[in-house]
């Protein structure tokens, strides 16, 4: 997939390196989460590259919505969509291997035995897009300006005392805690700013502000330059052919396209349309209607245009995605009432009608990786989840979490159980309606949207709730006031999620720690505030290897579960895709990843077949 933003994506690669601590002063090509990793020092290109590929033509892209931004630093405003491609960060992922990363604006690392501090060494001839070298000062500057006018990476990198030039092409970041494995590897996420450009003026004369959004074309060190932008609408990025890296081992094979366009769409039928129309090269599909049924038109049946299913971007990422409470509310703050919702949720007949059976429903807050808990625990698991024992539900001991069944006896059985945990909860029926039997309220929750995409589910949601005598209003918004809302914690219900890494660690605290549950924008939506998490959540980012990092997040994923923080949805372990047929990959595709566009080409010889692009 593009390149993306991985400094600012709070789900970074995080957790306890798999290998022995490196000895002071040695330093490493690589790091690896979990294992030592696959290509030596001396590698000359990842083995999933075709070295050969052409370089040429151009992908069309497109994005829901609308950006105003070229600035990634400021959490406000609309970022636009490959911004990444402009830049290079100090380390790069492989995409067949999980959790690892190999140089690229350094050429090698180093941290002592006690994980206290990383120094990275960066390459001499990595250059800026104006041939100003990069420099330990322009990573410092960048590590200073995203902890000062970003909130959410101030409390990410909140153990990161400070970053500080060391040697005329070193950089070294030092950390208030020991012990903590994940922080060496995450810093090298970040992406580098070139600060002679932000401490510059720009082209008016006037001096230019990291800390606001806006549209300036910024300057970058990766293999993109952004060629035009239409605000709004589109971005054009095209490939640097002075681009200091293109050699590198990691960047073989890659980067392959001239130019790299998105539009952007408000209305998500009209995105589609665009796509059958030929004015889009690449459409990854999230609607099972539109997968099942509409995808019938002449370019398909003339395989002009062809779908296929890639599993790759789900073999090392777990994920949960739901119904979120805001726990602020005082009608979700009984997890008892919580429990209700899961119960009244009508699964089995959504992915019947709706879904067209494609989706299977979520677990765990881990779903698809080993790190998923299941059956009961024991072993280490189990003394991890002893010594908060006062803190869980019981059935954290006893019984295996399991989603209900709503198909017939089941139910209505359900409803039933529903009905009898509202009443408990201090809710009594009147009438058709549930009101609070203290103060005579009913129940009324509003579930807020990011515009129309789950209507009919909330329709189908709505009726079951009715059934309890629940009003369930639903609310459509356009992005921007979603965005804002869900930032604010203004909400009662929303349907969003997280997705996770094979290592977990510090983003466990931004997902559902009580430090961040205040915070605004932070990506622990509902609010939660559970000592017995927080303890959890520290076991996971301290763990010593990798057996008690597994259990430490089994014991944590079934103490989420138990306390009914979401209303699981559903998911597809693969991605749907469908593409103009003017393209070729490797064969075969890295392990976990589509690699697309990056690692993929443009081919002439198809692209005649399929006709020119409109």
Do not use: C
């Not at 990793?37 to 999933?48: E, S």
């Not at 000062?137 to 500080?164: C, I, M, T, W």
């Not at 003026?201 to 932008?229: E, F, H, M, Q």
């Not at 593409?579 to 064969?587: I, L, N, T």
Request: charged fraction near 25%; avoid cysteine.
């Amino acid at each position: 997939m593009r390149k993306s933003l991985t400094a600012l994506a709070v789900a970074a690669l995080v957790a306890g390196f798999a290998g022995s601590a490196a000895a002071d002063d040695q330093w490493m090509h690589a790091t690896s989460l979990i294992d030592t990793p696959k290509y030596p020092a001396d590698f000359k290109h990842f083995d999933y590259v075709n070295v050969n590929a052409p370089k040429g033509g151009t992908v069309r892209l497109s994005s829901t919505g609308t950006f105003d931004s070229l600035n990634f630093v400021p959490p406000r405003g609309t970022l636009a969509d490959g911004i990444g491609l402009i830049y290079d960060t100090l380390m790069t992922p492989a995409m067949d291997e999980v959790s690892t990363e190999y140089g690229l604006l350094a050429e090698a690392l180093k941290y002592p035995d006690d994980y206290s501090s990383v120094t990275y060494k960066l390459r001499t001839n990595a250059k800026w897009q104006d041939g100003e070298p990069v420099t330990p000062d322009d990573v410092v500057y960048s590590f200073d300006v995203l902890k000062q006018f970003n909130p959410g990476q101030a409390f990410y990198y909140r153990h990161v005392e400070k970053a500080e030039k060391t040697g005329d092409n070193e950089v070294t970041f030092t950390f208030d805690v020991k012990g903590n494995r994940e922080l060496p590897h995450i810093v090298g996420q970040l992406l580098i700013l070139p600060k002679h450009f932000w401490e510059g003026t720009d082209a008016k004369g006037n001096k230019r502000d990291i800390s606001k959004s806006g549209l300036d074309v910024p300057l970058g060190s990766g293999p993109y330059k952004v060629k035009s932008v239409v605000p709004g609408r589109t971005i054009t990025y095209e490939r640097d052919p002075d681009y200091w890296g293109k050699d590198l081992p990691v960047n073989v094979g890659s980067n392959n396209f001239d130019q790299i366009r998105y539009d952007f769409f408000r209305d998500e039928t009209v995105e589609f349309e665009a796509f059958k129309g030929d004015q889009v090269d690449w459409r990854q599909e999230t609607t099972a209607r539109v997968w099942a049924q509409e995808y019938d038109f002449p370019a398909v049946k003339q395989a002009r245009v062809i779908k296929e299913m890639f599993e790759q971007p789900y073999r090392s990422s777990g994920l949960m995605v739901g119904f979120i409470f805001n726990l602020n509310r005082d009608t979700f703050k009984d997890a008892r009432v919580r429990q209700a919702f899961n119960l009244a949720f009508p699964f089995e007949d959504i992915n019947k009608d709706i879904f067209y059976g494609q989706y299977v429903r979520l677990k765990s807050y881990f779903d698809g990786t080993p790190l998923a808990a299941s059956g009961l625990p024991e072993g280490r698991e189990l003394e991890y989840l002893n010594e908060v024992k006062d803190k869980v539900p019981p059935e954290v001991f006893t019984t295996e979490f399991t989603n209900p069944v709503n198909t017939g006896t089941s139910a209505r059985n359900n409803l039933r159980q529903a009905l009898a945990l509202l009443k408990d909860a201090g809710w009594q029926l009147k009438g058709n309606k549930l009101v609070n039997a203290a103060t005579g309220q009913p129940m009324v929750v509003e579930f807020l949207m990011n515009g129309p995409i789950y209507e009919k589910v909330a329709l189908r949601y709505q009726t079951e709730l009715a059934k309890l005598g629940i009003t369930l209003n639903i609310r459509p918004v356009d992005t921007a006031q979603y965005e804002n809302r869900v930032r604010g914690r203004d909400f009662d219900l929303v349907y969003s999620g997280w997705a996770q890494s094979m290592s977990p660690g510090n983003e466990q605290i931004e997902f559902f720690g009580s430090e961040s549950a205040d915070r605004e924008g932070s990506r622990n939506y509902g609010g939660i505030r559970n000592p017995a998490v927080d303890a959890l959540i520290q076991k996971v980012i301290l763990a010593p290897n990798r057996d008690d990092l597994i259990a430490a997040t089994k014991a944590l994923d079934r103490v989420l579960l138990w306390n009914s923080y979401v209303v699981p949805g559903w998911t597809l372990r693969a991605a749907r895709v469908a593409r103009w047929d003017r393209f070729s990959h490797p064969d075969p595709l890295p392990e976990y990843s589509i690699g697309f566009p990056t690692i993929w080409w443009w081919d002439a010889d198809k692209a005649a077949k399929t006709g020119a692009p409109k």
